[in-house]
């Protein structure tokens, strides 16, 4: 297991510094990007832009560039063109409204997915699993912005049930933080909950033909018991492990749309900025911070397959 | 038989809706089991057997599924009983093993866990007083070291050594009846022996009654007290083992008992084989439903024949009469 | 008279790797570690052993379906180990394979004819009508019928499509089939059938059959010869009614032994072995005799010096320090 471990956190290594070149000569093929007009402003002479690019070492050769950028992420020191501020502190900043966001709509989603997939597949060809069968399917057909669109229109605007948008501190006050995230919450976890409880629906119906099952029900369990003990316990485990890949790609950048219709200031509204502006160092660090996120989550997910299903051995050879 | 059968199967039938029309799997079957007898209940694949086994404890019932006919169990009917009583009966009274030990038990729960919740599930003792029950269990059936193997996974075991757990597993709560659907098929030859030793040790100390679902014809002459034969949803005959090995009275058991390679024998140019195949169970023959593959048919078995003896408890469903048939017997 | 088939101390180990950034051999499956036999023209030989023996991973690495570790392989004289695939493939025409389970050895979308007319056409050997009449012909020599030629798999019952698997072996015309448990997976009767088939089959078209199976009774009515394997080694080689009259080997003994007989009044007279325990694991054989551990006649050499081959009458020799039945 230690082994295994090592060897993901080595390959994560590799997948960063791959990800920030290739986002680094990305950006500068793209047309339009030249920062030192920009942050120069209009009608700047070439002087001028000349003394910024200085200024900013632009006029480097690219990988010298690429090296003291990736020097300034890892000490902390990287700062926007645009905006002139420091770019890990604010991605820093804007944490604990990403992670509320896609801590609590992950919650959301997992428990109704959970619930409706049981209950579609317990139900299986009745009108309780038609009935969630659509509901799933119109859940994942919803784009997030257009949902967050018509949820802002028709409960915050129309009937002022819940505020539209912007964000309130956990430790200011917990109601309102509440308060203010239930519609992102919702949006964000619509899509999710339709498509998990699909699978876990799949793997549910899948499982109850199985040997195992038969026997649990000739040792005389009830057939709740065999429903929850065997079958549920034993389909769970692809959903727990999909979990740990979505849950990292929301973090991870995923949740851009959410924030930015909901305007909450997180990781992703200010990566959406970045994108407008084509500022590379928040474009760069916000995609180092999403693939660290991404690789993690996917490390995490396999050692967490290891310990729910024990057939599973990382990187050992199988008992006789 | 004076004393009363433990178990009491009469005429019973079992259907199944599929999308292809109704699958008659048991047409008919009844069958006795006195306490600490083993009944071997032999057939190829397709005749019923497993089903037959499967409904005996109420684990075929399903939408799909028509039951009709009686089984009982120390005078009490179990077909029509309901889910809790049924349950009850499950694994106390009667208890399963079935054919590949490795897909029978859950792979994501330790071995030990898997016996302590059927213990827990019939009867009011703690975790801890159910886990010392299961190590012993685990000795009866001979896992060595079995304070350690309590906390193994189904997958770290051998075959063999599966199959005793899931023994060990059907023993917990000592049961009368085990029923035992193909349990050594799936294993090597002398882990199979193993097996079987320790069913016959077990029938033997314990007068556990044993049903065994098999197609070995061997297995069956190495434990069985009584033999019934089925083919395609019915009982073709029914007697002691000595009866069907030594003077078999169905065309299709002799044809069973020809096609095998036998080690007691010398070795002969061909294997004796029966011509054809079973027959449908969507759609069975209106007569003897062996008839069609049967050498010895003739116009009467146009008529289907019943099951019955001629005088003793030895019973066959052949219109042969006695002396016709010890004339043409293989 | 030169074999037809002749290996020798074929080996084929599975490495096991480990490692953080390189994955280096921590240890090895030794599936098969040093088998030898011979197979005559138009001769059976039986090969038996429980699961693990490696009697399958033989079968793949004599036909060159895995590429053997180390040893010889001499197919009709020539050497088979070590050539490419396109040296190999002219002999691939003479050595074919039946496998054990009907319904994942059949390709599900093909049909019947195409799965048994495709290695005709592969090499050159018929096609368009011409090709259609042969296969039919396979069809009807296998005991199927012509119209059969364009169904699926699915639509067949076990020993029906253990019948078209066979037809397709025969197509080429092979010398050699290497039969891997082909009745294993099915009913008593049907078994009957297509054990009865194959020896018409070898009667008709000269073949030699390498037989892979577990059940000796069956092994024993179709072999000339047997050879029983254990744990990767063949620990008896024998005339097969010597074999099973008189089994020198512990293992033989066991495996004979446990085999049960249809007669009750028998099977209670006879003297039974049982074996206790687990059959040890292929990556870790025990040292010395691999047998040693289980066995009920072991004695301290055996675990320490590993038996050679040794003969005890014409064609029937053994590996052991304590053989049985040798008066």
């Known amino acids: 297991m230690a082994r295994f471990i090592a060897r993901r956190l080595l390959g994560m290594v590799a997948v960063l510094f791959a990800i920030s070149v290739i986002v680094f000569l990305i950006f500068n093929v793209v047309p339009n990007s030249d920062p030192a007009a920009r942050i120069a402003g209009k009608n700047a002479d070439p002087d001028l832009i000349a003394r910024v690019n200085a200024d900013l070492g632009l006029d480097q050769p690219l990988p010298v560039q690429y090296v003291t950028m990736m020097k300034q992420i890892f000490t902390g020191q990287l700062t926007s063109y645009a905006s002139n501020r420091n770019v890990v502190e604010q991605i820093w900043e804007g944490l604990p409204a990403t992670f509320s966001l896609c801590i609590g709509a992950a919650v959301i989603w997992m428990s109704l997915a959970v619930l409706f997939g049981y209950l579609s597949a317990v139900h299986a060809g009745r009108f309780a699993d038609r009935a969630l069968t659509v509901l799933s399917l119109v859940g994942i057909s919803m784009p997030v912005f257009w949902l967050a669109a018509i949820l802002l229109y028709f409960l915050s605007f129309k009937v002022q049930l819940f505020p539209t948008g912007s964000y309130v501190d956990l430790t200011e006050d917990p109601l309102d933080w509440a308060y203010h995230l239930v519609l992102p919450w919702f949006t964000l976890a619509v899509l999710f909950i339709g498509f998990y409880s699909r699978v876990l629906r799949s793997n549910m119906l899948d499982a109850m033909n199985e040997d195992y099952v038969r026997t649990a029900r000739a040792k005389g369990l009830s057939e709740r018991q065999v429903r929850i003990r065997h079958v549920l316990r034993n389909s769970m485990i692809p959903i727990v492990t999909l979990f740990g890949l979505d849950f990292g790609m929301v973090v991870g950048g995923g949740a851009i749309l959410t924030e930015t219709v909901y305007n909450l200031p997180g990781v992703g509204l200010y990566a959406g900025e970045a994108i407008r502006s084509l500022d590379l160092p928040p474009l760069m660090a916000v995609t180092m911070f999403g693939a660290f996120f991404i690789v993690l989550f996917n490390t995490v997910v396999d050692v967490a397959y290891a310990v729910l299903d024990p057939r599973i051995r990382l990187g050992e050879a199988a008992p006789a | ?330 | 008279m030169t074999p037809l088939l002749e290996v020798s101390d074929l080996v084929k180990h599975f490495p096991i790797k480990s490692g953080i950034v390189i994955e280096r051999e921590v240890g090895r499956v030794r599936a098969v570690d040093g088998v030898s036999l011979t197979l005559g023209e138009g001769e059976t030989l039986g090969l038996v052993g429980e699961s693990g023996c490696g009697k399958s991973t033989l079968c793949r690495a004599i036909l060159q379906l895995t590429p053997p570790t180390s040893g010889s392989v001499k197919f009709m004289g020539q050497e088979l180990v070590g050539m490419s695939g396109r040296e190999l493939r002219p002999l691939r025409r003479q050595m074919q394979m039946i496998f054990q389970d009907p319904f994942s050895s059949l390709n599900p979308r093909k049909r019947i004819g195409q799965i048994i007319g495709d290695p005709m056409d592969l090499h050159g050997l018929a096609s368009g009508a011409d090709l259609k009449r042969r296969v039919q012909d396979l069809l009807d020599r296998v005991g199927l019928r012509p119209e059969h030629y364009n169904r699926y798999p699915h639509e067949f019952s076990g020993g029906q499509r253990q019948r078209i698997g066979i037809a397709r072996a025969l197509a080429l015309r092979p010398k050699l089939i290497v039969a891997d448990e082909p009745v294993s997976a099915l009913d008593v009767s049907v078994q009957a059938q297509i054990v009865n088939l194959l020896k018409d089959l070898q009667d008709e078209f000269g073949l030699s059959y390498l037989f892979v199976a577990h059940d000796l009774g069956v092994v024993r009515h179709v072999s000339d010869r047997v050879a029983v394997m254990y744990l990767g080694k063949v620990v008896e080689d024998s005339g097969t009614d010597d074999l099973y009259d008189r089994p020198i080997h512990p293992y033989s003994n066991a495996l004979l032994s446990a085999v049960p007989i249809p007669d009750p009044r028998r099977n209670e007279a006879r003297e039974r072995v049982v074996l206790e325990g687990d059959v040890p694991s292929p990556s870790n054989p025990p040292a010395g005799c691999r047998f040693h551990t289980r066995c009920p006649w072991a004695s301290e050499v055996c675990a320490s010096d590993e038996p050679a081959m040794s003969d005890y009458g014409p064609g029937h020799a053994a590996a052991c320090h304590h053989p049985r039945n040798t008066a």
Not at chain 2, 82 to 92: F, K, M
Not at chain 2, 168 to 195: G, H, R, S, W, Y
Not at chain 2, 223 to 235: F, K, L, S, T
Not at chain 2, 240 to 255: A, K, L, N, R
């Open chain 2, 1 to 330: 038989m004076t004393r009363e059968p433990l178990l009491r199967v009469d005429d019973l039938r079992v259907s199944f809706a599929t999308e292809d029309g109704v699958l008659q799997a048991v047409d008919g079957v009844s069958f006795d089991l006195a306490p600490g007898e083993v009944l071997a209940v032999v057939g190829e694949s397709g005749c019923g057997k497993s089903v037959t086994a499967q409904t005996l404890t109420g684990l075929t019932r399903s939408p799909n599924t028509r039951i009709s006919g009686s089984v009982t169990y120390r005078g009490r009917e179990l077909t029509g009983l309901g889910d809790d009583a049924l349950r009850d009966i499950r694994g106390e009274e009667i208890a399963m093993v079935f054919q590949d030990p490795m897909s029978s038990l859950n792979p994501v729960y330790r071995v030990g866990d898997q016996i302590v919740e059927m213990i827990r599930a019939h009867r009011d003792v703690s975790k801890k007083e159910a886990r010392e029950r299961t190590v012993e269990l685990l000795t009866s059936v001979g896992i060595p070291n079995p304070q350690a193997r309590v906390r193994s996974y189904p997958h770290e075991f051998s075959g063999g050594m599966r199959q005793r757990v899931m023994i060990a597993m059907a023993l917990a709560l000592e049961p009368a009846v085990l029923i035992a659907d193909e349990p050594t098929t799936a294993l090597d030859v002398t882990v199979q022996a193993q097996i079987l030793r320790l069913l016959a040790d077990l029938n033997r100390e314990r007068e556990l009654a044993v049903v065994l679902i098999t197609h070995d014809l061997g297995v069956v002459a190495e434990v069985a007290d009584r033999v019934v034969v089925m083919y395609a949803g019915q009982i073709v005959e029914d007697g002691t083992v000595d009866d069907i090995f030594y003077s078999p009275q169905h065309p299709y058991t002799w044809g069973l008992l020809g096609s095998l390679a036998r080690l007691d024998r010398p070795r002969t140019g061909r294997l004796a084989q029966i011509a054809g195949a079973p027959p449908s169970l969507l759609d069975p023959p209106s007569g003897c439903r062996f008839a069609p593959r049967c050498a010895f048919q003739f116009g009467r078995c146009d008529q289907p024949p019943p099951l019955d003896h001629d005088g003793g408890t030895h019973l066959d469903r052949c219109w042969l009469g006695g002396d016709v048939k010890a004339e043409v017997r293989p």
